[in-house]
């Protein structure tokens, strides 16, 4: 089983795939903007939306307001993940449409 280095300082998985476009093991670059957040639905294949929650603050009122936004991410086959658990994204080129972030690992 030969796992790639991806550069980030992440424990990669301990399964194996033949995802052409998993960083481990196919061909995909990682690059960019690293991610935290949880998993709020897998209900597409090889696709899970990841949900983050964040503090933006209100300068006029000199309070912070709760945001999340929804980010869809490439699900690898040697990740296992089901809804609510904690992942980190990691930013890659444009798989699909929407779909720019890979699953780097579950947390």
Known sequence: MVVKNIGIPVKPPTRECDDPECPFHGHLKVRGIILTGTVYKKKMSKTVIVRREYLH???KYKRY??????????LPAC????EGDRVKI?????????VSFVVIEKL
């Open 79 to 82: 990740i296992e993940v089901k």
């Open 57 to 59: 603050y209100i300068r």
């Open 65 to 74: 307001e709760r945001r999340r936004s929804n980010i869809p991410a490439h």
């Open 90 to 98: 990691a930013e890659c080129r444009p798989i699909s449409k929407t």
